[in-house]
């Protein structure tokens, strides 16, 4: 059974730093593409980055530059380094395991105040 739980959210000033993480269990992690999505209040849910099993990232034009995914399989988590953030950056913020089917965590609220 697949679970993901993610950590590291909070509320942050605007150009402050956070660092999410996700910690899965169930199959083999390194295998697995991760990501992170976030939703918005009233928006739909977007994808933020992703990092395949091979460690090539991409990200959301949104966060180029200041966001980083990066994972580590000896540990079967995947991070989300946030620099720079904005007021719109304010969202819940899921991680996302690629599969046949796709498993995201319970989510962890990011607040960035201007």
């Known amino acids: 059974q697949v679970q993901l739980v993610e950590s590291g959210g909070g509320l942050v000033q605007a150009g402050g730093s956070l660092r999410l993480s996700c910690a899965a269990s169930g199959g083999i992690f390194s295998i697995y593409a991760m990501g992170w999505d976030r939703q918005a209040p009233g928006k739909q849910r977007e994808l933020v980055a992703i990092i395949t099993s091979g460690g090539v990232t991409n990200y959301a034009d949104s966060v180029k530059g200041r966001f980083t995914i990066s994972r580590d399989n000896a540990k079967s988590t995947v991070y989300l380094q946030m620099n720079s953030l904005k007021p719109e950056d304010t969202a819940v913020y899921y991680c996302?395991?690629?599969?046949?089917?796709?498993?995201w965590g319970q989510g962890t609220q990011v607040t960035v105040s201007s």
């Open positions: 996302r395991q690629y599969r046949a089917s796709s498993y």
